[in-house]
């Protein structure tokens, strides 16, 4: 089955500065890739995906790349905010239903 | 569009006692539907997936007996936690897939603590 590697699990960054946080998937047919944001005792939230049609996307000041032959997908948030400190997972769709990745904690300085 | 709620939000029961968790979309109905268990600090575990009127699929290492999945219409599931222990304290997420929704898109609902005593 599908498993779903994330680095790093914590990342710290000052407020203004980019964070990338990256994700490897094994099955090659995995075909969409969702992010999710989640606060302390919420759901999470899904706040960018991406199709394995398509290299990259961008919303604002998150973005994802996709690389299918190396099957690896990253998550880019620009000028980040203290609001933007969570934790994030992302996910891989195989077969029907989604693996998560194990999440990243981060955290923005003001 | 896509609401999905679920209850109670938060549930303390006494070790050996059940209890059942609902899992709502309020406005649309729902293609298949997931139940997920998540302890602090770690990533979301899914549990079962199941669709209207069939039995749910389990994932490897959920017992099906404890955790009794009904998916009971398009718009409906539950899942109850048979003989609760202090061990199956955790927070439960469902969510849904949308029946006019746009490939895999899977609409959460805002979870349920659970902790046995």
């Known amino acids: 089955g599908e498993n779903v590697e994330q680095h790093p699990s914590t990342l710290s960054v000052q407020e203004g500065d980019s964070a990338v946080i990256k994700c490897t998937y094994s099955?090659?047919?995995?075909?969409?890739f969702p992010w999710y944001k989640q606060e302390l005792g919420k759901r999470p939230q899904l706040i960018i995906d991406?199709?394995?049609?398509?290299g990259e996307k961008k919303d604002q000041r998150i973005a994802v790349t996709l690389n299918k032959t190396a099957k690896h997908f990253s998550l880019h948030i620009t000028e980040t905010q203290p609001e933007d400190s969570a934790v994030y997972f992302c996910?891989?769709?195989?077969?029907?239903?989604?693996?998560f990745g194990q999440g990243t904690t981060l955290q923005v300085k003001p | 569009g896509a609401v999905v709620s679920q209850h109670p939000s938060r549930v303390i029961c006494k070790s050996g006692t059940s209890v059942k968790i609902e899992c709502r979309s309020l406005?649309?109905?729902?293609?298949?539907m997931f139940w997920y268990r998540q302890f602090p600090k770690q990533s979301l575990m899914l549990m079962a997936t199941?669709?209207?009127?069939?039995?749910?699929?389990?994932e490897q290492g959920v017992e099906k007996d404890k955790f009794l999945i009904n998916h009971a219409s398009l718009t409906l599931s539950t899942l109850t936690v048979t003989s609760a222990h202090p061990e199956d304290s955790s927070f439960y997420i469902c969510?849904?897939?949308?029946?006019?929704?746009?490939?895999?898109?899977?609409?959460f609902g805002p979870g349920t603590r659970l902790t046995v005593l």
């Open positions: 991406i199709r394995s049609n398509v």
């Open positions: 969510s849904m897939t949308s029946a006019g929704g746009v490939g895999h898109e899977q609409f």
């Open positions: 199941s669709n209207e009127g069939s039995k749910a699929t389990y």
């Open positions: 099955d090659s047919a995995s075909n969409y």
């Open positions: 996910a891989a769709h195989q077969t029907g239903k989604l693996i």
């Open positions: 406005d649309f109905q729902a293609t298949t």
